[in-house]
């Protein structure tokens, strides 16, 4: 593993910096917060990444507890986020709304997968949920699926198919990229942008209240 730069500093923001600053590391995380991924996976996420500079990477992160590395199914090796690498989910969502300040800069290539929606509306939702929501939806963008489960005042947005919705979205990531930008409303991007297929009627009002909500965690 290479030698990394510390700041030296006492400063816990120096610290948290010193394992979490370094270029890609934080975009890692963010496609983790989505689940448990391959090494294939990430970097097909992380376009323009190097096999040796991620694999550095992920050795980093593991050394410093924030991720592990494991047996899935099939023989195949994953890496997941820890206790502690699941509290990056905040800082994440907070770069996210600094970020959505700001335009592109120059040429910009679409994600080689999507993991990267998962912290930024999973986050949005956990905010906004309330004790008496509770629905799983299945949504599908660009033909990815994730799965929002809404549970006992939990919110959490996984890169997985959905074993038993009670509603499916269809829709494309520049539409949800606009939303989330408050370029489009809801309303707008329900009606043209996005289809549903109910299975359990009476989750639609919750789904939509719930969306409501973390667009307006977005907005802030």
């Avoid at 391959?38 to 990444?49: E, K, P, V, W, Y």
């Avoid at 986020?81 to 800069?105: N, V």
């Avoid at 494309?172 to 549903?196: I, K, R, W």
Wanted: proline share 3%; charged share 25%; net charge negative.
């Amino acid at each position: 593993m290479a030698k990394t730069r510390s700041y030296k500093l006492l400063c816990p923001i120096a610290r948290g910096l010193d394992r979490i600053g370094d270029r890609w590391t934080l975009l890692i995380l963010r496609d983790l917060h989505a689940g448990p991924a391959r090494f294939s996976d990430l970097q097909h996420g992380l376009t323009g990444i190097a096999a040796n500079l991620l694999t550095d990477r992920l050795a980093k992160l593991i050394g410093d507890g924030l991720i592990v590395r494991e047996n899935g199914a099939h023989g195949a090796m994953l890496y997941r986020l820890t206790e502690l690498g699941k509290k990056t989910r905040d800082i994440l969502f907070d770069l996210a709304l600094i970020g959505g300040h700001f335009p592109p800069e120059g040429e910009t290539v679409d994600p080689g997968n999507l993991r990267t929606i998962a912290v930024t509306l999973g986050t949005a939702c956990q905010r906004a949920v309330s004790d008496d929501m509770e629905f799983e939806a299945s949504i599908i963008v660009d033909g990815e699926a994730f799965v929002l489960t809404v549970r006992d005042g939990n919110a959490e947005m996984l890169y997985q198919a959905a074993s038993k919705p009670d509603l499916v979205l269809t829709t494309t990531y520049q539409a949800m990229l606009a939303l989330g930008e408050g370029e489009m409303d809801l309303e707008e991007f329900s009606t043209t942008h996005a289809q549903m297929d109910v299975k359990t009627p009476h989750t639609v009002d919750t789904f939509m209240r719930l969306m409501t909500g973390a667009l307006a965690q977005l907005a802030d």
